[in-house]
């Protein structure tokens, strides 16, 4: 028996194929040509952002309430988290939810009849 040494791995006998492309990058991606451009819309109006800045001013008054209190008084213990929560849970939510209702409604198309029936 003669011993022979296999290699480690198993040595190629062809070069690699390389796939070639066929087409650049640039020409894959499809491109809208002619299309209507959108302007671009706001998501909120006047309306939310005065309620939007009117929590932000009460979140700024609570923390400045806190720092400006002594630290185990009432303002700093009560009044400045009362203060936190309202704008942050209530005030700046509802800034952002104001007017919801009125969009979907508006944007709902009307259900017209196809059947034929009048």
């Given at each position: 028996m003669s011993k022979t040494a296999t290699p480690a791995r198993p040595v190629r006998t062809q070069a690699r194929q390389v796939p070639s492309r066929q087409q650049p990058l640039s020409s894959r991606t499809k491109k809208k040509?002619?299309?209507?451009?959108?302007?671009?819309?706001?998501?909120?109006?006047?309306?939310?952002?005065?309620?939007?800045?009117?929590?932000?001013?009460?979140?700024?008054?609570?923390?400045l309430v806190m720092w400006m209190s002594p630290t185990m008084s009432d303002m700093a213990l009560t009044v400045a988290p009362?203060?936190?929560?309202?704008?942050?849970?209530?005030?700046?939510?509802?800034?952002?939810?104001?007017?919801?209702?009125?969009?979907?409604s508006s944007t709902t198309p009307t259900e017209t009849s196809t059947n034929g029936a009048a």
């Open positions: 040509e002619g299309g209507p451009i959108r302007p671009f819309q706001m998501p909120f109006e006047a309306k939310n952002i005065r309620i939007i800045v009117l929590g932000i001013l009460v979140v700024g008054i609570g923390y009362i203060l936190l929560i309202l704008g942050y849970c209530v005030i700046i939510p509802y800034g952002i939810m104001t007017g919801i209702r009125s969009k979907r």
